[in-house]
């Protein structure tokens, strides 16, 4: 009797070991289960772009094409963007790539224009275009021949005309030996005209010696009269002489 007593309660002992044991076990894996759970999140996995890696991996393609399109003064220009004709102006064109890219514009009588444009994405880009058509510019002296530059560089003589050239701003400067320089500042139009004259002046050195010459003409022609009235003094006293001679 007495050694059953000392059996019940090891017997206990061992049965609390036990579940112990497996309510630990249990708890450790329902741990093992959340774990898992939250690694395998496939949204996360999905989204996550790591350091360094291409912005392209996370966004879609097709956000990153957007819409362009161009008009430009006057309309009906052939427009090519990298090299590729779309079409004439105005136009419109879906489906372009972001980024920097070159356009081109080309119309019979106007001057050939390239520009380059930056295009954001997922968005439509709206440009307008002025092409310039060629301007004339004429330049006229008087007295004429008179050497003529254009910013610095020689053209020609006057007369001159210049009937293809771009609208801006330009220095004309005009240069004629003994004759004072001239410069002066134009602005031509998109397709108009410009007509330069101007009369040149001596220049004062020049003056003086034109001054100094006419002087010395003079003085010339002074003594060429005193010289031609005593020369025919001379002849009449001659003559006279010989007169008397003869009488």
Do not use: W
Not at 145 to 161: D, L
């Amino acid at each position: 009797m007495e050694g059953r007593r000392r059996i019940l309660p090891a017997v206990l002992c061992v049965a609390c070991v036990v579940t112990a044991g497996e309510t630990a076990a249990a708890e450790k894996k329902r741990d093992s289960l959340q774990l898992t759970g939250d690694l395998s999140l496939p949204e996360r996995a999905d989204t996550a772009v790591a350091a360094g890696d291409s912005l392209s991996a996370a966004v879609s393609p097709q956000a990153l094409l957007c819409t362009l399109a161009v008009t430009t003064e006057p309309a009906g220009a052939a427009l090519s963007l990298d090299g590729t004709l779309l079409g004439n102006s105005p136009l419109t064109q879906p489906g372009v790539h972001a980024g920097r890219h070159t356009l081109l514009f080309q119309k019979p009588g106007y001057f050939q224009k390239k520009a380059v444009i930056d295009l954001q994405a997922a968005g439509k880009t709206v440009l307008h275009f002025q092409l310039s058509a060629p301007g004339r510019l004429s330049v006229a002296t008087e007295p004429p021949q008179a050497t003529v530059s254009i910013n610095g560089e020689r053209k020609g003589t006057t007369p001159y005309t210049d009937s293809l050239i771009r609208p801006g701003t330009y220095r004309i400067a005009l240069h004629k030996k003994h004759y004072r320089p001239v410069e002066d500042s134009v602005t031509v139009s998109s397709g108009g005209r410009v007509a330069v004259v101007d009369t040149l002046l001596y220049t004062a050195t020049y003056l003086d010696s034109l001054q100094t010459a006419a002087s010395a003409a003079k003085t010339r022609r002074k003594r060429f009269s005193i010289g031609l009235v005593a020369a025919a003094f001379c002849v009449f006293l001659l003559a006279l002489a010989i007169i008397e001679q003869r009488e």
